[in-house]
């Protein structure tokens, strides 16, 4: 079993569709957690870090469930260009930043 | 402000060969992360530096594979003798703290 699970997808959607993503995480061990985002061809970029109260940037909202070792992101009113890889990013180190990434999960937004 | 930077961007070359990735982190950045990325494997952490030492090469696939960071601004990851699973795109990122930021990769075809 891998250490982070995401549905990989794909999840086409419209312009204007709320999506969410999940993710799963083994370690009950992991410190901090992120969402990324990584564009065709392009490296990963930090989208927002994920709290345990929850959190929100504009119309992306990140959740996480320490007890059932989840982590979820939510994207409002979705636009063309947030079509990318999601990848869930869990930091299992408590120390020096060691990633581990899950396989990411594609969404296409189309018009 | 220049991101990380890696080159070459992309290289071909065939079974056998030696191939050297390079790596400029961001300044002052202090700890210095390679990846590679398949789709098969996702993305994968092969070695960390902290202020320039080797702090987890558990990562690394083989003693083919071969890292140095000589300084605070620059790194070499080093396939001797490459061969053809090798291919993948690879990640060099640094941090100063929670947020990694990566270079563009490299893409890496050996035949």
């Known amino acids: 079993r891998k250490e982070v699970e995401q549905d990989p997808g794909p999840f086409n959607v419209p312009e204007g569709a709320t999506v969410a993503f999940n993710c799963t995480y083994s370690?009950?061990?992991?410190?901090?957690f992120f969402w990324y985002r990584q564009d065709c061809r392009k490296e990963p970029k930090l989208l927002m870090s994920?709290?345990?109260s929850g959190n929100e940037d504009g119309r992306f909202t990140a959740q996480l469930n320490r007890a059932s070792q989840y982590i979820s992101l939510l994207i409002r009113d979705s636009k063309l260009s947030d079509s990318a890889t999601y990848l869930c990013v869990v930091d299992r180190s408590g120390g020096y930043n060691k990633l581990i990434f899950g396989a990411g999960t594609r969404l296409a937004v189309h018009p | 402000d220049a991101g990380v930077i890696q080159s070459p961007r992309h290289e071909v070359t065939e079974m056998g060969q030696e191939v050297t990735l390079r790596c400029k982190p961001i300044s002052g950045h202090n700890s210095l992360f390679w990846y590679r990325q398949t789709m098969m494997r996702g993305l994968e952490l092969l070695i960390y530096f902290n202020n320039n030492v080797p702090i987890d090469d558990s990562g690394m696939p083989e003693d083919r594979f071969s890292a140095k960071m000589p300084n605070a601004s620059f790194s070499t990851l080093k396939i001797q003798p490459s061969e053809p699973r090798d291919s993948a795109v690879y990640f060099c990122a640094s941090s100063l703290r929670d947020e990694q930021f990566f270079g563009p990769g490299t893409r890496l075809t050996v035949l």
């Open positions: 994920v709290y345990s």
């Open positions: 370690n009950s061990a992991s410190q901090s």
